[in-house]
Each structure stands twice: as structure tokens, then as C-alpha cells.
T-cell receptor
């Protein structure tokens, strides 16, 4: 039962443009969401998070948007850089199940120079 | 560098065998989590230990077991291995009992290949 879904396995974007990665979830109890970035042969690295009391969180070039009614979150990268090429995972957690994060299957982003 | 160390990086073994994967958490982190990533799958939560005690179990098979030692390192034991157990196994750590509102820090994983 995939409670967190990333329906786009891959995305290609030109350098300097905006990258938008999407994530949908099914469990309305989820109230803490994260994005991780993963390079080949490395473990996932925490990128940015958002709690359900917010609908937007920014950190430099990275912004996460949360639409609770649609059970949807997105990660915007502006401007995209070649070094952003990686696999991006979204993850969700609920206070009741704080020990467990549910991860999506990942979106492979390629930023073309 | 996340500060989480996993050994070995690669492991190739035959069906029916038993292996042990090792994880050292970041200094100061008391929680250790194990995740499995099979081909084209997201990371599946296996088990969580906090300060030596098991706190939560996910989709962990009965053939798999884990423990966290007094020095806080953890081992994941996989026995009676099957071809389908081939995957990347990640360890992650965090300072708190609950990872809620606190991101996990991942090691680089152990790639297990069962032949």
C-alpha cells in the first residue's frame, strides 16, 4: 500500500529554469513532510521539510508547497543547476506514527546545461 | 558526509545464506532506523531502535532481525536469503525517540545481491 506517491519517475529541465517535482499522499493523518535528495552510491540527504500548519517553506533555491485539501506537495527548484541532478524522494510522517516515514518511489531530475 | 557509517558497502551471497549488516549512527544520535530499497521501490521502513530498545516495526520479514548495542551501533541480520532480498539497505539515525519533526540522517547503504 503506497501511501506516498511520486507519479513522475523522471524529469528533465534546462539549467536556469524551474524544476517542479510532485508528490501525492493518501493518508490524511500525515502532518510532516520532507524532501530528500539522493546521488548515486550515496544515501538520501535531507533537503527541506514542511509541517501541515504551513502551506509553504523556503530555503534558498528550494521551496516546498503543501496543499492539504488535495493531499499534494511539490518541490520547486529555482533556478535549476546541473548539480541538482539527482533522485528526489518525498516522505511523510504523522505524529501518531512518528517513528516511521513513508517514502515515495522517487523522481530522477536531470538538469541539462 | 551524514556521519552515519554502514558496512559493508557491497555484499554478494547465495540463497539460503545469512548476512549481517552493520550501522554506526551519528555521534549523539540515539535512534537507528533500517530501510530497504528494492528496484524501483521507495524506501520501505523495516525497524526502529532507540537507545537499545526496539520501538517500531514495519514491513520486516520474520527471517530478518536487528538489534542495537550499548555503544548504539546496530546490526541487521538477514537469514535464509532469497533472490528477492536483493536490495539496498539503508540505516538512518536521529537524536530523538521520535523522528516526527526531525529529519533522518542516512548512511550510504549496503547493496546486497543474492545469487
Amino acid at each position: 500500500d503506497q501511501q506516498v506517491k511520486q507519479n513522475s519517475p523522471s524529469l528533465s529541465v534546462q539549467e536556469g529554469r524551474i524544476s517542479i517535482l510532485n508528490c501525492d499522499y493518501t493518508n490524511s493523518m500525515f502532518d510532516y513532510f520532507l524532501w530528500y535528495k539522493k546521488y548515486p552510491a550515496e544515501g538520501p540527504t535531507f533537503l527541506i521539510s514542511i509541517s501541515s500548519i504551513k502551506d509553504k517553506n523556503e530555503d534558498g533555491r528550494f521551496t516546498v508547497f503543501l496543499n492539504k485539501s488535495a493531499k499534494h506537495l511539490s518541490l520547486h527548484i529555482v533556478p535549476s543547476q546541473p548539480g541538482d541532478s539527482a533522485v528526489y524522494f518525498c516522505a511523510a510522517s504523522a505524529m501518531e506514527t512518528g517513528n516511521q516515514f513513508y517514502f515515495g518511489t522517487g523522481t530522477s531530475l536531470t538538469v541539462i546545461p | 558526509d551524514s556521519g552515519v557509517t554502514q558496512t559493508p558497502k557491497h555484499l554478494i551471497t547465495a540463497t539460503g545464506q545469512r548476512v549481517t549488516l552493520r550501522c554506526s549512527p551519528r555521534s549523539g544520535d540515539l535512534s537507528v532506523y533500517w530501510y530497504q530499497q528494492s528496484l524501483d521501490q521507495g524506501l520501505q521502513f523495516l525497524i526502529h531502535y532507540y537507545n537499545g530498545e526496539e520501538r517500531a516495526k514495519g514491513n520486516i520479514l520474520e527471517r530478518f532481525s536487528a538489534q542495537q548495542f550499548p555503544d548504539l551501533h546496530s546490526e541487521l541480520n538477514l537469514s535464509s536469503l532469497e533472490l528477492g532480498d536483493s536490495a539496498l539497505y539503508f540505516c538512518a539515525s536521529s537524536v530523538d525517540f521520535s523522528s516526527y519533526n526531525s529529519p533522518l540522517h542516512f548512511g550510504n547503504g549496503t547493496r546486497l545481491t543474492v545469487t
